[in-house]
């Protein structure tokens, strides 16, 4: 079993800044995929980023592209994401997963075996 504990939500204003982490209490050999997903109210769970732990080579939804930036720490098996210019439509619950997903295939929700418990991130206008 993985355990995932996300840290970082809050309350900001549009156009702010916050940084997400995501603490693995371990790494094995399925969950070498990171990913960010956020839910709004009424709306289904959407992928935001991912990143591999070996390369770190990363990938972004369109609508993040150029504000958001994930990273990793390998030697504390954690994930940041950096989000800048935020906008009153980042508000959502953001959750940290991970699993073996590749290519285009990390998009897909059920591509990842591991899930944390979500922190909240609001962003007023």
């Known amino acids: 079993q993985v355990q995932l504990v996300e840290s970082g939500g809050g309350l900001v204003q549009a156009g702010g800044s916050l940084r997400l982490s995501c603490a693995a209490s371990?790494?094995?050999?399925?969950?070498?995929?990171m990913a960010w997903f956020r839910q709004a109210p009424g709306k289904e769970r959407e992928f935001v980023a991912a990143?591999?732990?070996?390369?770190?080579?990363?990938y972004y939804a369109d609508s993040v592209k150029s504000r958001f930036t994930a990273s990793r720490d390998n030697a504390k098996n954690t994930v940041y994401q950096q989000m800048n210019s935020l906008k009153p439509e980042d508000t959502a619950v953001y959750y940290c997963?991970?699993?073996?997903?590749?290519?285009?295939?990390?998009?897909?929700?059920?591509?990842?075996?591991?899930w944390g418990q979500g922190t909240q991130v609001t962003v007023s206008s």
């Open positions: 997963a991970a699993g073996s997903a590749a290519g285009s295939r990390m998009r897909e929700r059920n591509e990842y075996d591991y």
């Open positions: 990143i591999r732990w070996s390369s770190g080579l990363t």
């Open positions: 371990k790494r094995t050999f399925s969950t070498y995929t």
